[in-house]
């Protein structure tokens, strides 16, 4: 059975960069579309992007596009968050999420939480000076 693990979670300054990894086990990643959320306390889920197995193109949500980009190594069971220009905004619990592979081609469903079906536990990210 799928499980997912994130990492990489951290204190940083406003404009500075970091990267999330998602960690998975139990199966085969590249059944899937690996998503990232994040969540403020208070707040819904806001799905950042994605990356699908069937799809060359990670999907990215209009808000953080041009500042994260999502990148996947099947091989290594690992998907990553890289994100520059951190703003405060930014600051949340960030989740990585498993979903069916067709969900990654579309975007309104690739930031949908109700797409995916495994999560991980989240890290803390906090932009801050």
């Known amino acids: 059975q799928l499980q997912l693990a994130e990492s990489g979670g951290a204190l940083v300054q406003p404009g500075g960069s970091l990267r999330l990894i998602c960690t998975a086990s139990?199966?085969?990643?590249?059944?899937?579309?690996i998503g990232w959320f994040r969540q403020v306390l208070g707040k819904e889920r806001e799905g950042v992007g994605c990356?699908?197995?069937?799809?060359?193109?990670?999907l990215v949500a209009d808000s953080v596009k041009g500042r994260f980009t999502i990148t996947r190594d099947n091989a290594k069971k690992t998907v990553y968050l890289q994100m520059d220009s951190l703003i405060s905004e930014d600051t949340a619990i960030y989740y990585c999420?498993?979903?069916?592979?067709?969900?990654?081609?579309?975007?309104?469903?690739?930031?949908?939480?109700?797409?995916?079906?495994?999560w991980g536990e989240g890290t803390q990210v906090i932009v801050s000076a």
């Open positions: 999420a498993a979903g069916r592979a067709g969900v990654g081609t579309v975007l309104g469903r690739c930031v949908s939480p109700t797409e995916y079906h495994v």
């Open positions: 139990g199966d085969q990643l590249n059944w899937y579309t």
């Open positions: 990356f699908s197995s069937s799809f060359s193109t990670p």
